[in-house]
């Protein structure tokens, strides 16, 4: 697979390189090049002046995606951004700028329109964005300081277009799972039910006796999973004159899950203006609106592939079946349609966020603007469960449980801009200050039995009445500071500076100071190269910067207490307890970030190529503190201490070509190559952190020293035993037990790594790592005529997946049923040397955290395919702008060794029952007015 990747990758460099060399020559259109002017931290500026690292991405090539928000359709158009999926409707995506830099919170800061955003980018309707910009190396981000370590995402949504458009874009599309999980049918289940039972010593199924007439069975992930229908309706306006803008729209947007029960709605009203009130002064505002409603759903993915094909889902009278009374003969799964049917899980959602802001030329070349703005979030969270009774499964009591959660965020920025060109020479500075104050409150409760089922109300409830609640609030204050020189638009320099102080922290720790500087030479403006025929633009840069993380939650500085009531001999008995162990000296995670690249274009700007390579140490990560038992605080929430570092390594390319520009026909491609090295350098202790845990208490991933972020941890497996001549000579597996009968020919062999002739957690070790080595991404766009045709494939190479799915679906062990790749195990000597023995209570532990559920990650995707046609004008006539209908395919093909739904999982590598990601084919409409 690697030859595939190196031979594919340097195929489509000689083919697009040459391609745009001769296109040089034999094109007869010449296309007109546009500055670009990107957003950046408190100010704009000239794509070609930027001496950071920034990502733009190119909203024209990720437009009629059918996906619920900007990330999914940014996924692979940024290099150093990776951004990880789920198939939940309704879910946000996780980011990572530059690998894993912290243990605690990697998530960006996300900016829309000037304010952070404290949701995530499903708050954001597609069709309103104008521009998205991520900073992503130290001199870019360090004009938000404490905020800035993890990069930073600047959004920009539309204002008014001259001439007062009206615009509706519609799409509808199905969605289905791409790959399912193959599990055995009633008949080969029976089977292997009596072989495990059989070789436990344990009397089988009587029922089980002619496994070959129980036929097909029960499908159950037929039940749970079905087709379902996305579909979303925008409609704007925007007008501009010569004093104003405003730009107006409405969306509504639905997602239907392939997941039984589960659903996601979304309304977004967008109010944006502009007006010049004189000739030095403006003012406007950016207003968003939003209702979500969400059914989360009460669905159990693994329980599902689990549940047994010989048991049906109704019973002959109609109504949800359960399993029968002997747990040994029919398991003890629960019924997971019935539960995912009745079991009703809902979210609804208020979010207000907003901003005005009033900008004054106080003289020539000087702006003084201040901006306030406003975001809440109101959630409410309503989970009930009736009643029921299944078989030996019960439920005797309904459940009812609400909360709501409510957030409130005030800023208000305060910037004096000073934009001078004199001459040769032209400086850009930026002073100013920033005030933010969030608040927080959480009330839930919840309640058992009721009367009538059909009485849902908190008050109504007769058992166990649970109460909890709880408020917070933190603020920053921020002076800023930012100066771009350059000389000539050759020479450029900018510095910039931020002092941020944060209620997170005590007050020795409060304030800090964040650096930065970044220098760059456009050698292309050179009098020995400005002439150049092949070289267009080229320019080095260099930067340098230290910015911070400040999420790492709001008091862990100081004690907190909590009451609690106990029950002493029937009489409740009011106490206060700790709940936090301070740590008074808790400062923001410190991190420094080297960039080096370069940007050229060449050949008329035919070929752009933009090279980043990077160093970004993590320092004083927050890792948890051991805390002896004997403290009296080992059972309380205790605080993390600064004393970890990670370090991330890389370089990132992006390769963009015009590969063929003639009257009728063009053809561009642009390529996205990032490789990053991720390594703890130290966590303070030579004890790992466990992240996950697994099957029989142990460790599947940690944060260990000298290893990356997340880890793997495990046995590793040596094939099978085949006969008793080679349990007898291996070390013992199962000490402290009757290895006679613990260990058989049959079972799974792990390795000795001590020699030690034991098998315990000493032979525990790294066996898998989740962090790609690389991800690349590759997108062509052709355009013939009213056509429009664009290619995206997207992929990852080098990364592990943990296969949790697998320690159950191929256990062989208990009453449940298993994937068909059990078919292969072990019956006798030289039939398997992979799938170990089928024996009921698994006494050697082969299901064990082991090296056997490690799966390569890897990855290949057309992850859209977009095809459109823009309808002439003499078809609908002069009243419209445009008309354009398109077909459109989300997650089409995927090429993996991974046997799971897919390999696009969690961040932590671990699939455990993962939403999937979907395949959607939709069809759509654009129509200017």
């Known amino acids: 697979m690697k030859l595939y990747y190196l031979s594919s990758t340097i195929a489509i460099a000689a083919f697009y390189l040459s391609g745009s060399l001769y296109a040089q020559k034999s094109d007869t259109l010449k296309e007109k090049n546009i500055e670009e002017v990107v957003v950046i931290g408190y100010g704009k500026a000239k794509a070609k002046d930027l001496t950071g690292s920034v990502s733009v991405i190119n909203l024209n090539k990720t437009g009629n995606q059918p996906v619920a928000d900007i990330g999914q359709a940014i996924q692979g158009r940024a290099s150093g951004v990776t951004v990880i999926n789920s198939g939940e409707p309704g879910s946000n995506v996780t980011f990572r700028i530059r690998g894993t830099g912290t243990i605690q919170n990697n998530n960006p800061l996300i900016v829309v329109d000037g304010m952070p955003l404290n949701g995530g980018l499903n708050q954001i309707n597609m069709s309103d964005v104008e521009s998205i910009n991520i900073l992503k190396d130290a001199s870019s981000t360090a004009i938000y300081g404490s905020r800035g370590a993890n990069g930073v995402v600047m959004i920009t949504t539309k204002r008014g277009a001259k001439g ?253 801009t000073y934009d001078k060109t004199i001459g040769k020479h032209h400086i850009n500075a930026v002073i100013g200050s920033s005030a933010q104050n969030n608040k927080y409150n959480y009330l839930s409760a919840s309640v058992q039995k009721f009367a009538s089922d059909n009485t849902q109300q908190i008050d109504n409830g007769i058992l166990q009445p649970v109460q909890h609640g709880n408020a917070s609030e933190w603020a920053i204050m921020s002076y800023l500071g930012r100066v771009n020189y350059n000389f000539a638009n050759k020479y450029y320099v900018t510095a910039t500076i931020r002092r941020d102080g944060s209620s997170r922290f005590g007050m020795d720790n409060r304030w800090g100071w964040f650096p930065s500087a970044a220098l760059a030479w456009r050698i292309s403006n050179e009098n020995f190269l400005k002439n150049s025929n092949v070289i267009n633009n080229l320019k080095l840069r260099l930067g340098y910067g230290i910015t911070g993380n400040q999420e790492i939650g709001n008091y862990s500085f100081s004690s907190s207490y909590n009451t609690y009531l106990y029950n002493f001999n029937n009489s409740y008995v009011s106490a206060v307890l700790p709940t936090v162990l301070p740590n008074p000296n808790v400062k923001w995670e410190g991190q420094e970030q080297y960039n080096a690249g370069f940007d050229l274009d060449l050949f008329n700007n035919r070929i752009s190529l933009i090279v980043d390579g990077y160093v970004k140490n993590t320092n004083d990560m927050l890792v948890p503190m051991s805390v002896p038992v004997t403290s009296g605080y080992s059972d309380v929430y205790v605080p993390s201490i600064n004393a970890g570092k990670i370090q991330n390594k890389g370089f990132e390319v992006t390769l963009s070509t015009k590969n063929i520009i003639k009257n009728d026909f063009k053809w561009s491609s642009d390529a996205v190559f990032s490789y990053n090295k991720n390594n703890v350098e130290s966590i303070n202790s030579d004890t790992p952190i466990i992240t996950a845990s697994g099957g029989f208490n142990s460790a599947i991933g940690l944060i260990k020293a000298g290893y990356p972020v997340n880890v793997f941890y495990g046995y590793i497996t040596d094939g099978i035993f085949q006969n008793q001549d080679e349990v007898d000579r291996h070390a013992v597996q199962m000490p402290g037990s009757n290895s006679a009968t613990s260990t058989a020919p049959g079972d799974i062999r792990f390795k000795d790594l001590n020699n030690d002739g034991v098998i315990n957690d000493k032979d525990r070790t790294v066996i898998g790592n989740p962090n790609p080595k690389f991800t690349f991404s590759l997108n062509n766009t052709f355009n013939y005529k009213n056509f429009d045709l664009t290619i995206f494939l997207q992929g990852s190479y080098g990364n592990d997946i943990f296969n949790a799915n697998r320690m159950y679906t191929e256990a062989m062990s208990i009453i449940q049923n298993q994937s068909t790749a059990v078919l292969g195990r072990w019956t006798g000597e030289g039939t398997s040397n992979n799938i170990p023995r089928a024996i009921y209570g698994d006494p050697n532990q082969n299901s064990r955290v082991s090296d056997r559920y490690i799966e390569d990650g890897s990855y290949i995707k057309i992850k859209n395919v977009n095809l459109g046609y823009t309808l002439p004008k003499t078809v609908f006539g002069q009243n419209f702008n445009s008309v354009k209908i398109f077909v459109s395919a989300q997650n089409l093909v995927t090429w993996t060794k991974y046997s799971g739904f897919d390999p696009e999982v969690p961040v932590n590598g671990i699939d455990n029952g993962t939403y999937p990601i979907t395949r959607t084919v939709s069809l759509g409409l654009n129509i200017g007015f």
């Open 164 to 416: 007062g458009i009206l615009n509706f874009d519609t799409f509808t599309g199905i969605q289905s799972v791409s790959n399912m999980i193959k599990v055995l049918d009633a008949s080969q289940y029976a089977q292997l039910n009596n072989e495990m039972l059989a070789n436990g010593g344990l009397t089988p199924n009587p029922e089980f006796a002619n496994p070959s007439s129980l036929g097909v069975g029960t499908n159950w992930l037929g039940a749970l999973f079905n087709p379902s229908i996305l579909s979303s309706y925008s409609l704007s306006y925007g007008d501009r004159s010569e004093k104003s803008n405003l730009y107006v729209s409405t969306s509504y947007f639905n997602q239907k899950g392939v997941v039984l029960n589960t659903n996601y709605d979304r309304y977004i009203v967008q109010i944006n203006g502009d007006t010049k009130l004189k000739s030095f002064l403006k003012i406007g505002n950016s207003v968003k609106l939003q209702h979500d409603i969400k059914k989360n759903g009460s669905y159990d993915i693994k329980g599902t592939i689990l549940s047994l094909p010989t048991r049906p889902i109704y019973d002959t009278n109609g109504n949800w079946a359960g399993p029968g009374s002997n747990p040994l003969l029919y398991g003890d799964i629960d019924n997971p349609i019935g539960k995912a049917t009745i079991v009703e899980n809902s979210t609804k959602g208020y979010n207000i966020q907003g901003n005005i802001y009033a900008e004054a030329e106080i003289i020539k070349d000087l702006k003084f603007k201040s901006l306030g703005g406003i975001e809440t979030n109101i959630w409410y969270n309503r989970t009930w469960s009736p009643k029921y009774s299944w078989g030996v499964k019960s439920q005797e009591n309904s459940y009812l449980f609400e909360g709501s959660n409510r957030s409130i965020t005030l800023l208000w920025d305060n910037t004096l």
